[in-house]
């Protein structure tokens, strides 16, 4: 299969900063708590920028697979860099037999500071769920607070 999906955002995270995550077996489910970038705010004359953003969920549901990788390294945060939805590929094919519910690939590439982590998740169904309120986070990323 073709790999350019892998430039793709489909999900429109680019840049959204990934506060927690939780894996849960019993549920079968694949959280991440997220702040979505809404849009850049650009500073001191294009200098120097920050983002607008919502807080958020990202769930995938009955996940069948993952390759999960994940990393946590001191002083970097980790931010969705790429996401692709996939309705048809080889490891997808893989998983199809072994459930009656319409399944999705999705791909996430992942920005954890010094490491790029590609992730697949084969699950039948995501959603993302995003609060009303919107805040803007400080230029250098102190920890990710209101200004």
Do not use: P
Request: proline fraction near 0%; charge should be negative; hydrophobic fraction near 35%.
């Amino acid at each position: 299969m073709n790999q350019e999906y892998k430039d793709y955002d489909d999900l429109q995270l680019y840049d959204s900063v990934i506060e927690s995550l939780e894996i849960n077996h019993k549920t079968r489910t694949l959280s991440f708590r997220l702040l979505k970038v809404v849009s850049r705010l650009d500073r001191n004359e294009g200098r120097n920028f920050t983002y607008k953003v919502k807080q958020g969920s990202l769930i995938f549901h009955s996940v069948l697979f993952t390759n999960f990788s994940y990393g946590l390294e001191w002083g970097e945060w980790s931010e969705f860099y790429r996401s692709a939805i996939l309705d048809s590929s080889d490891l997808l094919n893989r998983f199809q037999n072994r459930s009656n519910k319409s399944l999705k690939h999705v791909y996430l590439g992942i920005d954890n500071g010094n490491e790029y982590r590609e992730i697949d998740v084969i699950c039948s169904k995501y959603e993302m769920q995003l609060e009303d309120q919107e805040f803007i986070l400080h230029d250098d990323f102190d920890w990710l607070y209101e200004e």
